[in-house]
């Protein structure tokens, strides 16, 4: 490198220290990348608008407060189905409990008088 700067083949300044600041495109034209030495990284994408940058943060912010609030309300959900199927099965057994009491007291509103009372339309009529 000292030799092309020498010869005059590559520009260079030396610093306030005196160490050589080369311009890394005027080093490149001299000793050209060679692909099997240097793997290529890929380039960041410059930032070209930073209003853009903070729109997107903004949205982002958004959408993770939105993710939250519907899991607040799946959560929410989940709860609530909880206790309709609770208040279902409440109301089943109450429904049963009711049935039963009809049952009983059907049972007890049935004829109970015993069968030799039972008289004919003569002894009714005479009687």
Not at 8 to 31: C, T, Y
Not at 117 to 127: P, S
Request: neutral net charge; charged residues 35%.
């Amino acid at each position: 490198m000292l030799e092309a700067l020498n010869s005059g083949r590559m520009s260079a300044e030396k610093n306030e220290k005196g160490h050589w600041q080369i311009d890394p495109a005027e080093l490149f034209r001299v000793f050209p990348k060679s692909s099997s030495t240097e793997q290529e990284k890929p380039k960041p994408t410059p930032m070209k608008n930073p209003q853009k940058t903070n729109q997107n943060s903004a949205l982002e912010v958004e959408a993770k407060m939105l993710h939250e609030q519907i899991d607040r309300m799946d959560t929410e959900r989940e709860r609530e189905r909880a206790q309709f199927i609770d208040q279902i099965e409440a109301l089943r057994e109450q429904a049963e409990r009711q049935s039963a009491d009809h049952r009983q007291a059907l049972a007890a509103l049935t004829d109970q008088r015993d069968s030799k009372e039972k008289r004919g339309l003569w002894a009714r009529l005479v009687g």
